[in-house]
């Protein structure tokens, strides 16, 4: 059992809610990185998450067992909408978490519908005093629960009279939130006139430009034309032409090119006139065309639109993931099985690959998300193909970057090879002025094999792993996966700008030619992990008083701790020890509430998955007894 995060429905709600009254656990922990960015000049691509109307399994800010819709093309967006029908949709932690990892703001929906959103409307446009309550309300919610700012959707008529207080509060609402949050972010959907009448534009005009002088972007309704794309662009302005964003309805309905697969014909049109681009219910994949294939489905999806978005750097060359995308059939530690059935807890989800992975599946090569093997968390990159060669490497871009290097870098990569001569090498290419240079990371090999890979105008430099490093180097870790550790020197690395990062495979047996690699873990630091230990302290367990038990016998327990070491905490796992010890809650932060039978075992204990990819041993982790 986990606890959820859920909408407020009524304007009482809204206006009446208290941070204190609030769980802590329902807050998002993870601030926006600022470890990517775009091309700037370019125009922009949100999401509008509104699928099955919401707070599916990722309401349970806990995650669950089970599985659930994920999205993991996190490289080709700016911004993340949760959308729902209720009055304010408030993102589940898990979205904001996993957006915020990866650089992509998250917005909440505030929405108003037809005669009850009219008469909602009528109440908060009183006069500034009623709307302007509501809007720190609004504030205060965003700031509480870590997004960054709010779709505005009114979707009924206003009275006359109170369109300019419509008006004033969209405006008051967005210089609030930018005042309390650099960077927030308040859009208008493309609904109400400035008359007050419910009329979808499909455009940006004269009827709907006060709501977008008012805020930061609009929301173009969907069924638009190439006449009323130029419009919108020529009332925006060219400084603010990059803040319309054209709708596109992934299930049709009216919108050019009629959706699903073929919603890229909307997206190139959209581009062609250099505006911004709103996917709405991009869940369309998993919803009509199943579960069982999503990931086949998922990236055939973005594939078609690749051409279209434009994707993000790394700008830091620190990296650490293990690829995992926050569910898998089991839950893999250290290689080993620590949970054996499938879960779903987004907040788990890793720094996905940059490069554009379906782009580089042909014949004889393929590089792919697998859920049957994994390192740390529910999966870990797949990378076969066919040598048809000897000597011949298979290579696969996995990052990009535009990161100054200035100082020593060590790289660290956990792999397993199938069959085990599968030899992977670990390429950094970085450049300085018109120089480009290649770092190829392996285990021995001669230095000329790799060179059949790079243009020969291409300063190559071959590393072997680092010998101080014992602990990592040659390491055969649980389940044949194996860890190797690499120190980049100051001579090779600073004053350069790291560019890319490629793995190639191949293998020693000449009649081998289908290479298989499992990629486990990357890690790119500026010192070597250190020996493990925990800093969690005063780690306590209290029993929640609840009128019905759950099925089973279970109790609700409250778990906390405190850790002075939590700024280089990713997440922790929390087992239940009783002989074997058992997977029974993850957290990202030093608190969880469980549901347990303590017949299952008394003894709690925590262990910590460090930010630097280090996972602390259970035998070195505090624990603690469960109250009688």
């Given at each position: 059992?986990?606890?959820?995060?859920?909408?407020?429905?009524?304007?009482?709600?809204?206006?009446?809610w208290?941070?204190?009254?609030?769980?802590?656990?329902?807050?998002?922990?993870?601030?926006?990185?600022?470890?990517?960015?775009?091309?700037?000049?370019?125009?922009?691509?949100?999401?509008?998450?509104?699928?099955?109307?919401?707070?599916?399994?990722?309401?349970?800010?806990?995650?669950?067992?089970?599985?659930?819709?994920?999205?993991?093309?996190?490289?080709?967006?700016?911004?993340?909408?949760?959308?729902?029908?209720?009055?304010?949709?408030?993102?589940?932690?898990?979205w904001?978490?996993?957006?915020?990892?990866?650089?992509?703001?998250?917005?909440?929906?505030?929405?108003?519908?037809?005669?009850?959103?009219k008469?909602?409307?009528?109440?908060?446009?009183?006069?500034?005093?009623?709307?302007?309550?509501?809007?720190?309300?609004?504030?205060?919610?965003?700031?509480?629960?870590?997004?960054?700012?709010?779709?505005?959707?009114?979707?009924?008529?206003?009275?006359?009279?109170?369109v300019?207080?419509?008006?004033?509060?969209?405006?008051?609402?967005t210089?609030?939130?930018?005042?309390?949050?650099?960077?927030?972010?308040?859009?208008?959907?493309?609904?109400?006139?400035?008359?007050?009448?419910?009329?979808?534009?499909?455009?940006?005009?004269?009827?709907?430009?006060?709501?977008?002088?008012?805020?930061?972007?609009?929301?173009?309704?969907?069924?638009?034309?190439?006449?009323?794309?130029?419009?919108?662009?020529?009332?925006?302005?060219?400084?603010?032409?990059?803040?319309?964003?054209?709708?596109?309805?992934?299930?049709?309905?009216?919108?050019?090119?009629?959706?699903?697969?073929?919603?890229?014909?909307?997206?190139?049109?959209?581009?062609?006139?250099?505006?911004?681009?709103?996917i709405?219910?991009?869940?369309?994949?998993?919803?009509?065309?199943?579960?069982?294939?999503?990931?086949?489905?998922?990236?055939?999806?973005?594939?078609?639109?690749?051409?279209?978005?434009?994707?993000?750097?790394?700008?830091?060359?620190?990296?650490?993931?293990?690829?995992?995308?926050?569910?898998?059939?089991?839950?893999?530690?250290?290689?080993?099985?620590?949970?054996?059935?499938p879960?779903?807890?987004?907040?788990?989800?890793?720094?996905?690959?940059?490069?554009?992975?379906?782009?580089?599946?042909?014949?004889g090569k393929?590089?792919?998300?697998?859920?049957?093997?994994?390192?740390?968390?529910?999966?870990?990159?797949?990378?076969?193909?066919?040598?048809?060669?000897?000597?011949?490497?298979?290579?696969?871009?996995?990052?990009?970057?535009?990161?100054?290097?200035?100082?020593?870098?060590?790289?660290?990569?956990?792999?397993?090879?199938?069959?085990?001569?599968?030899?992977?090498?670990?390429s950094?290419?970085?450049?300085?002025?018109?120089?480009?240079?290649?770092?190829?990371?392996?285990?021995?090999?001669?230095?000329?094999?790799?060179?059949?890979?790079?243009?020969?105008?291409?300063?190559?430099?071959?590393?072997?792993?680092h010998?101080?490093?014992?602990?990592?180097?040659?390491?055969?870790?649980?389940?044949?996966?194996k860890t190797?550790?690499?120190?980049?020197?100051?001579?090779?690395?600073?004053?350069?700008?790291?560019?890319?990062?490629?793995?190639?495979?191949?293998?020693?047996?000449?009649e081998?030619?289908?290479?298989?690699?499992?990629?486990?873990?990357?890690?790119?630091?500026?010192?070597?992990?250190?020996?493990?230990?925990?800093?969690?302290?005063?780690l306590?367990?209290?029993?929640?008083?609840?009128?019905k038990?759950?099925?089973?016998?279970?109790?609700l327990?409250?778990?906390?701790?405190?850790?002075?070491?939590?700024?280089?905490?990713?997440?922790?796992?929390?087992?239940?020890?009783?002989?074997?010890?058992?997977?029974?809650?993850?957290?990202?932060t030093?608190?969880?509430?469980?549901?347990?039978?303590?017949?299952?075992?008394?003894?709690?204990?925590?262990?910590?998955?460090?930010?630097?990819?280090?996972?602390?041993?259970?035998?070195?982790?505090?624990?603690?007894?469960?109250?009688?």
């Amino acid at each position: 059992m986990s606890q959820e995060i859920v909408p407020l429905k009524s304007l009482e709600a809204v206006l009446s809610w208290q941070s204190s009254s609030q769980t802590e656990l329902a807050r998002s922990s993870v601030e926006l990185s600022h470890s990517f960015s775009r091309c700037r000049d370019t125009p922009k691509t949100l999401v509008c998450h509104d699928m099955a109307g919401g707070y599916l399994n990722d309401r349970f800010v806990g995650g669950c067992d089970g599985s659930g819709y994920r999205f993991y093309h996190w490289q080709y967006l700016d911004m993340f909408i949760y959308f729902s029908h209720h009055l304010v949709t408030i993102p589940p932690p898990c979205w904001t978490n996993t957006a915020h990892r990866h650089g992509v703001q998250v917005l909440g929906t505030f929405i108003t519908e037809w005669n009850d959103g009219k008469q909602v409307c009528s109440e908060f446009l009183q006069s500034s005093r009623d709307y302007r309550s509501l809007a720190n309300k609004m504030v205060e919610i965003m700031k509480y629960y870590g997004f960054d700012g709010w779709l505005i959707n009114i979707e009924n008529v206003i009275e006359e009279d109170k369109v300019s207080h419509l008006r004033e509060f969209v405006a008051y609402l967005t210089q609030r939130c930018h005042s309390e949050m650099t960077g927030s972010k308040v859009i208008w959907y493309d609904s109400v006139t400035r008359s007050g009448e419910l009329k979808w534009q499909d455009q940006l005009n004269e009827e709907n430009k006060m709501f977008f002088d008012a805020c930061d972007g609009i929301f173009l309704n969907y069924n638009w034309d190439e006449t009323k794309l130029q419009n919108s662009y020529n009332i925006a302005g060219t400084k603010r032409v990059h803040d319309v964003f054209v709708g596109v309805d992934v299930f049709g309905r009216g919108c050019p090119g009629g959706g699903g697969y073929n919603s890229c014909e909307a997206m190139m049109k959209i581009r062609q006139a250099n505006l911004s681009a709103a996917i709405f219910a991009q869940g369309w994949v998993y919803e009509t065309q199943g579960a069982e294939n999503f990931t086949k489905n998922e990236d055939r999806f973005w594939q078609l639109l690749h051409d279209y978005c434009s994707s993000s750097t790394f700008t830091s060359p620190l990296l650490c993931t293990s690829f995992c995308q926050g569910e898998g059939q089991k839950y893999f530690c250290e290689g080993e099985v620590a949970k054996d059935r499938p879960w779903y807890n987004l907040s788990l989800q890793q720094v996905q690959p940059t490069f554009n992975i379906q782009g580089q599946r042909s014949e004889g090569k393929n590089l792919e998300l697998t859920t049957s093997d994994g390192y740390l968390g529910g999966g870990c990159l797949l990378l076969r193909g066919e040598v048809k060669r000897e000597k011949e490497k298979l290579w696969f871009n996995l990052f990009q970057f535009d990161a100054p290097v200035s100082t020593v870098l060590y790289v660290i990569f956990t792999s397993k090879g199938v069959p085990d001569n599968i030899k992977p090498v670990l390429s950094l290419t970085l450049s300085k002025g018109g120089n480009s240079r290649v770092l190829c990371l392996g285990e021995e090999e001669a230095e000329e094999v790799v060179r059949k890979k790079l243009r020969t105008t291409v300063e190559e430099v071959w590393i072997s792993p680092h010998e101080q490093d014992s602990r990592f180097n040659s390491w055969q870790n649980r389940n044949k996966w194996k860890t190797r550790c690499f120190r980049l020197e100051e001579r090779l690395v600073c004053g350069w700008n790291l560019q890319g990062l490629s793995v190639g495979i191949s293998a020693d047996d000449k009649e081998q030619n289908i290479v298989c690699l499992y990629l486990g873990q990357i890690q790119i630091l500026t010192e070597p992990p250190s020996s493990p230990s925990s800093s969690v302290q005063n780690l306590t367990c209290s029993c929640l008083k609840q009128e019905k038990r759950d099925p089973g016998g279970d109790n609700l327990y409250s778990l906390q701790w405190e850790d002075a070491g939590y700024r280089y905490v990713q997440y922790y796992n929390v087992y239940q020890m009783a002989g074997d010890s058992v997977l029974v809650g993850q957290t990202l932060t030093p608190s969880c509430v469980l549901s347990l039978n303590s017949s299952c075992g008394s003894e709690l204990c925590v262990q910590t998955v460090r930010r630097d990819g280090v996972v602390i041993p259970l035998t070195d982790c505090p624990s603690c007894h469960l109250p009688d």
